[in-house]
């Protein structure tokens, strides 16, 4: 299954501005997709990155607070906008390759975001 | 009709008991059920999935069954050990879109 590295592991940012957080697979995989995870919760869908086009958000996100960007096969970006505490959560990059019987995700390590 | 429900919460089972989670589902378009593991300060790890055209699957000690016309499925984790403790989820995958509902975790910790 695909490897995936995300980035930062963790930060500690200011309310009000913004956050980038990269996701890099180490080969092609077919959907991306990024998730919200409060401590001890449960994951939450926000948004699945397209190749090349704009990202499809899940009910309750919205493009200009989360902004996705998927320049190629191997590559997403997630960033928060305008963040307040309640943006504090752990993100995390999902990837699967379809065609197969088996299309079990693989996650990132994830991101967790503390906002002050 | 899109929830997935998991329980119990927590869970506590001595070393080499059986431990079991369920998760049931309302959605007949779900067609694929996999068991997520976590432990932390990592991302979910994929355990073992099932289809609802099979009603039970192994894989070493970890167990999924499935009951299709309940629309429940349970993981049994048999010969539980200490390393064994992290948070289980059960997850459903929508028809055709690879979009995961989660359930909502269990606690397991396998005492030494």
């Known amino acids: 299954s695909a490897v995936i590295s995300q980035k930062p592991s963790r930060d500690i940012c200011q309310r009000g501005t913004s956050l980038t957080i990269q996701c890099q697979v180490d080969s092609q995989v077919t959907m991306m997709f990024w998730y919200r995870q409060q401590p001890g919760q449960s994951l939450t869908l926000i948004a699945t990155a397209n190749q090349g086009s704009e990202a499809t958000y899940e009910s309750g996100f919205v493009i200009d607070k989360f902004p996705i960007s998927r320049p190629n096969l191997t590559f997403s970006t997630l960033t928060v906008s305008n963040m307040s505490p309640e943006d504090s959560s752990i993100y995390l990059c999902?990837?699967?390759?379809?065609?197969?019987?088996?299309?079990?995700?693989?996650f990132g390590s994830g991101t967790r975001l503390t906002v002050v | 009709q899109q929830q997935v429900k998991q329980s119990p919460q927590s869970l506590i089972v001595q070393k080499g008991g059986i431990s079991i989670i369920n998760c049931a589902y309302e959605n007949t378009a779900f067609d694929y059920f996999p068991w997520y593991q976590q432990f932390p300060g990592k991302g979910p790890a994929l355990l073992i999935a099932i289809r609802p055209d099979v009603s039970e699957k192994k894989e070493g000690r970890f167990t999924i069954s499935f009951n299709k016309s309940a629309k429940q499925f349970s993981l049994h984790i048999m010969d539980s050990q200490p390393g064994d403790s992290a948070t289980y989820f059960c997850?459903?995958?929508?028809?055709?879109?690879?979009?995961?509902?989660f359930g909502t975790g269990t606690r397991l910790k396998v005492l030494a």
């Open positions: 997850a459903a995958s929508i028809k055709g879109t690879y979009k995961y509902i």
């Open positions: 999902s990837a699967i390759r379809t065609g197969g019987s088996n299309y079990g995700y693989t």
